[in-house]
């Protein structure tokens, strides 16, 4: 069973997020996404894999080892009066929240070196995946102030809406096509994967 969830430790995209503060790390960069990092600990590979079991970010029942969340808001002005159906689209602000959730592991000196360099291999991969989520996010919200600009009042939100489905389907489509990831690399090789 443990096998099974260990499996689904890969990168995955998700919904909503409130703003997070950002954590540096020397190794791992994700250009338009905030980092939160949560601590994993072990000294070996098993140990290391448990605790990614135990404490990674969950979707349901499904862990991941790194998740991408967004959020995505756009405001018009409302027309004279605040008349919903007199609503200046011209002017659309819209704003893009992305935060990744990402493992951090401080390895003790115990730990050998092949083992630090494998974690250092997957987490370089896993950033690679979730930066691509990033910009399917970003490119697809990119294009909400002509979407809601070439509307009416009456559909505008619709169409944002549609937007947002679309962004959920790539970044759908993305983990399917890769695995979640592994076929970019964000695969431990202690799992034979």
Do not use: K
């Not at 069973?1 to 990168?11: D, E, N, P, Q, R």
């Not at 990674?56 to 969340?69: E, V």
């Amino acid at each position: 069973m443990l096998l099974l969830s260990v499996l689904a430790l890969i990168g995955c995209t998700h919904r909503p997020v409130a703003s997070a503060p950002s954590l540096a790390a020397p190794d791992v960069q994700i250009p338009g996404s905030s980092l939160e990092f949560y601590e994993i600990s072990g000294a070996n590979p098993v140990d290391l894999v448990e605790s990614l079991v135990t404490v990674s970010p969950a979707a349901g029942n499904i862990h991941h080892a790194a998740q991408t969340r967004w959020e995505v808001v756009w405001r018009y002005p409302a027309g004279p009066d605040e008349r919903p159906d007199q609503c200046d689209l011209s002017t659309v602000d819209v704003e893009v929240s992305i935060v990744t959730d990402f493992p951090r592991w401080s390895p003790s000196a115990a730990a050998a070196e092949s083992d630090v360099r494998e974690w250092q291999r997957y987490t370089r991969a896993l950033a690679v995946h979730e930066a691509e989520h990033v910009r399917l996010i970003d490119e697809l919200a990119g294009t909400l102030p002509e979407v809601l600009g070439a509307s009416d009042c009456a559909s505008a939100d619709a169409r944002g809406q549609a937007v947002l489905d679309a962004i959920r389907e790539a970044n759908t489509h993305l983990d399917v096509v890769t695995r979640d990831g592994a076929t970019q690399g964000a695969a431990l090789a202690w799992l034979g994967a």
